[in-house]
């Protein structure tokens, strides 16, 4: 069966840095697009950020552009978001998830798996 894993979330003060990991399994990590997605309290889960099949292309969500950056390692099956400059309003339950490749990797309907997600909490 399917398993996507995060890791690595915590409590931060505003402007330091997270490294968020996701290790997946069940899966044929090269036939997925990965993507990261976060959900604050009382809020619609929204896009943060996606990275094609093969790891050439990647997407960003308008708030995390130029501060988050996604990666994936087909050796260890595994998808990291490097999180700088975080901001209180980046505090939330991140998921980590995976789509079929193909499909638009920006919108949440295009996954099929999800991870249970790891809380980031930004204090200003």
């Known amino acids: 069966q399917v398993q996507l894993v995060e890791s690595g979330g915590g409590l931060v003060q505003a402007g330091g840095s997270l490294r968020l990991s996701c290790a997946s399994s069940?899966?044929?990590?090269?036939?997925?697009?990965m993507g990261w997605f976060r959900q604050a309290p009382g809020k619609e889960r929204e896009f943060v950020a996606a990275?094609?099949?093969?790891?050439?292309?990647?997407y960003y969500g308008d708030s995390v552009k130029g501060r988050f950056t996604i990666s994936r390692d087909k050796a260890s099956n595994t998808v990291s978001l490097q999180m700088n400059s975080l901001k209180p309003e980046d505090t939330a339950v991140y998921y980590c998830?995976?789509?079929?490749?193909?499909?638009?990797?920006?919108?949440?309907?295009?996954?099929?798996?999800w991870g249970q997600g790891t809380q980031v909490t930004v204090s200003s």
């Open positions: 998830a995976a789509a079929w490749m193909g499909r638009p990797a920006v919108q949440i309907g295009s996954y099929d798996y």
């Open positions: 069940g899966l044929t990590f090269s036939n997925y697009a």
């Open positions: 990275i094609s099949s093969s790891g050439g292309t990647e």
